[in-house]
């Protein structure tokens, strides 16, 4: 069973992007005789020189890796990432193999380079389709040209053997704008990697919260907030910290922990520095999944302010781990987070609002069952099952 993976990616750096983390995880689960090869992007390029194929371990699992482009996934650049990864594998197209094999992506725009190909086709659409349009997203070239990628898409999607859509109400919209392509497009929650994620006995947790405090200069008894995500408009971290500087005024000891990268670390810098927050607020790389765990079985919240959402998987990642969750209402969210005692759900997107819902969430004992119930139904392995059987299915095709 072979599988040839298209994004821009690279499987053996660490930065924030829940497709990244999507990617690593279908192959750490995927059966044993998947075949898996992916062609993505060098974080550095002297590590794995674009061009050349290089034998990687992605959890475990060995996969042939092809990066195309010298880049970093979450930092952008004047020409768009998903344009020059298309152009580059239109150039590398002879070097790649994909005899008999599945084709997974999951942006439209590589779709271009396929043209002609007969090999089945599975596209994985991470938000809402009209989010592309919203002026808080990093798709540039979707925000300013909509008209040009809606057009594209018309081309590109009836190449698509199955498309899957982690937001529920996309899969009706899809359907309603290719009605003849209905049947192609169903809904597949977000999973979370349950062998990573797991919720401590309370003193483990204690001791790992003294353990990151010594190694990132905090005060253990400080009340935690935790993000996770990248610095961009559409996790609208600035509205975070808004509501973190009504927080800090109310709670005593409380501390932010941002962890992630983007194009708008200089104006969060800047904000710190004017509001004298840089002594309350900590800004963390970007992580590997097993220290993500440790910090939200250290946190007491995990803080979400999304403008727009597909169905976050930090959100699920933190309530198996027994961390409440406080979010802006968008996207699959909801469907998540159902109960007060694993958190809140702010409706109006103000910082007075998020501020207010963090605040409750401090002053409630933390429910870790509540949360634990809330993220056991979203596990690699219950959602995977659906997916790995519809690979099966396209690559008897293939062969």
């Known amino acids: 069973m072979r599988v040839c993976i298209l994004y821009q990616h690279d499987p ?96 439209i725009e590589p779709g271009l380079a396929l043209k002609g190909l007969t090999n089945p086709k599975i596209l994985f659409l991470h938000v809402h389709p009209e989010d592309l349009c919203n002026p808080m997203t990093e798709v540039a070239w979707g925000r300013w040209f909509p008209w040009l990628y809606f057009w594209l898409e018309r081309q590109l999607i009836k190449d698509m053997a199955r498309v899957f859509l982690v937001r529920q109400d996309a899969v009706g919209w899809y359907r309603n704008r290719y009605p003849n392509l209905a049947e192609r497009f169903s809904f597949l929650p977000t999973w979370m990697d349950e062998e990573v994620f797991v919720s401590l006995p309370e003193g483990e947790r204690r001791w790992q919260k003294q353990e990151l405090a010594r190694a990132h200069g905090l005060d253990p008894n400080d009340r935690l907030l935790l993000f996770v995500g990248r610095f961009e408009g559409q996790k609208d971290p600035l509205r975070l910290l808004q509501a973190f500087r009504q927080v800090n005024g109310r709670e005593n000891h409380t501390r932010l922990v941002m962890i992630g990268e983007g194009a708008l670390e200089g104006e969060i810098r800047g904000y710190l520095a004017a509001h004298r927050l840089t002594g309350r ?27 727009f959402e597909g169905m976050p998987r930090v959100v699920i990642e933190a309530l198996r781990c027994g961390l409440p969750v406080v979010s802006t209402a968008v996207g699959e969210v909801p469907r998540v987070l159902t109960t007060d005692q694993a958190g809140r759900l702010v409706r109006e997107r103000t910082p007075e609002a998020l501020g207010a819902a963090i605040g409750e969430v401090l002053r409630q004992p933390p429910d870790r069952e509540a949360c634990q119930e809330q993220g056991a139904p979203f596990t690699a392995k219950k959602i995977l099952g659906q997916v790995y059987a519809s690979y099966r299915t396209l690559g008897q095709q293939a062969g």
Request: hydrophobic share 45%.
């Open 281 to 307: 607020v900590s800004i963390v790389r970007p992580q590997p999944q097993s220290e993500i765990a440790k910090w939200m079985n250290a946190a007491d919240c995990l803080c979400l302010s999304s403008a």
């Open 12 to 107: 053996t750096a660490h930065y924030s992007g829940g497709i990244g983390t999507f990617i690593n995880t279908f192959i750490k689960y995927a059966p044993a005789d998947f075949d898996i090869s992916l062609v993505g992007v060098a974080v550095d390029p002297r590590a794995h020189p674009v061009g050349a194929w290089h034998r990687v371990r992605v959890a475990g699992r060995p996969v042939e890796f092809l990066p195309i482009v010298a880049a970093h996934p979450a930092l952008r650049d004047r020409v768009p990432l998903s344009l020059r990864y298309t152009w580059a594998l239109k150039r590398y197209w002879k070097t790649i193999n994909v005899r008999d094999a599945v084709i997974e992506l999951h942006r």
